[in-house]
């Protein structure tokens, strides 16, 4: 299987649908660099994966008037993080989850601390990376500017190693970046989700993704992160998805089309 893919939208449609950590797939060589037991890894799965936002996008995507495009991670983020720093930018590197993770979600050794993070960032990190950027120039050259919505979720009850674990856990959560989110993609959002209970701003998770090569100096990327509280659609941990998936798929949906 491919690591990611990119799957097509309309010519015209600015909106790139970013899915990095729906999957559960780990190559066999890289479960060899991991620490934990198949009970403990598929249970550590279960906590770590952005459950069916992968379907999520793509129903998005079928009921949006202009179709987006979307880039879906195949990998687990247990292979890397492509939405991580990969150097000392990396806030969450300081709990062992930079864009390589050696610790797991309830801070257990998930790989040998003195793990050589380059050969997965060579052949997984930086190809995601160079995929992402090759996207957004697309949708620039097509259509003069890129609109990234980053489809997420997280669970109801923060786990361990969360460092703003404390804060709001709204149904849904609205990741922003000073430059990149314009006032107008954020109150957009808080329209097509007004209708789940409520929108919360930068809590529990903050920031939105933007390749590197537009982050802080290209105005015409736009970005926003959708987090979406698991109980709003699934049984947690790594349960099956429920009836709210189809509303909030029609709210992303809403939300592309006005975008």
Known sequence: MSAFDLLPGAPDSPVLLHVPHSARAIPEDVRRGIVLDD??????LDHITDAHTAELAERAAELAGLTPWRLVNRLSRLVVDPERFPDEREEMA?????????????KDELRRPDT??????????????????????????A????????????????????LHGTGPRPPV?????????????LQAARKAFAGFGGTGLDSPFAGTYVPLEFYGTDARVSALMVE????????????????????????????????
């Open 173 to 185: 959560c609205l990741g922003t970046d000073a430059f990149h989110t314009p006032p107008e993609l």
């Open 228 to 259: 979406i509280r698991r109980d709003t659609y699934m049984a947690e941990p790594g349960g099956a998805a429920g009836p709210g998936l189809e509303r909030l798929a029609t709210a992303l949906a809403a939300l592309v089309d006005t975008v």
């Open 143 to 162: 259509t003069g500017r890129a609109v990234i919505i980053d489809v997420h979720s997280y669970p109801t009850e923060p786990l361990p190693y969360e």
């Open 94 to 106: 300081a709990v062992g989850m930079g864009a390589v993770y050696t610790r797991t979600t309830h």
């Open 39 to 44: 009970t403990a890894l598929e249970r550590e």
């Open 116 to 141: 050589d993070p380059e050969p997965l960032l060579a052949r997984y990190f930086r190809p995601y990376a160079r995929a992402v950027t090759e996207a957004v120039v697309a949708r620039l050259t």
